[in-house]
């Protein structure tokens, strides 16, 4: 099967670090874009940070200045190192990819980051 699969999430500090992996299995279509987003309880999914095939990059402003995402396009292959972390950053992150020649994206089945002291 394709699939994105995240790793790389756990229970951390506040003011602690994770650095989050999204790996492709499987063959995978061509895509011009990978990025991270997040669900808290309740709350719904929101943009984290994403990141083109050419290296342009966005971010949320709550994260700007502390995460940084980048890629290796010959392994498919997106991280997200997160610095800083505070409580509200606890969510279950998603690794997305959007395809560039069909229509849609792909999504991973989410890696669960909690942030408690």
């Known amino acids: 099967q394709v699939q994105l699969v995240e790793s790389g999430g756990g229970l951390v500090q506040p003011g602690g670090s994770l650095r989050l992996s999204c790996a492709a299995s499987g063959r995978l279509l061509p895509i011009k874009a990978m990025g991270w987003y997040r669900q808290a309880p309740g709350k719904q999914r929101e943009l984290v940070a994403t990141i083109t095939n050419d290296g342009r990059t966005n971010y949320a402003d709550s994260v700007k200045g502390r995460f940084t995402i980048s890629r290796d396009n010959a392994k498919n292959t997106v991280y997200l190192q997160m610095n800083s972390l505070k409580p509200e950053d606890t969510a279950v992150y998603y690794c997305?990819?959007?395809?560039?020649?069909?229509?849609?994206?792909?999504w991973g089945q989410g890696t669960q980051v909690s942030v408690s002291s």
């Open positions: 997305n990819a959007e395809y560039s020649v069909v229509a849609g994206s792909l």
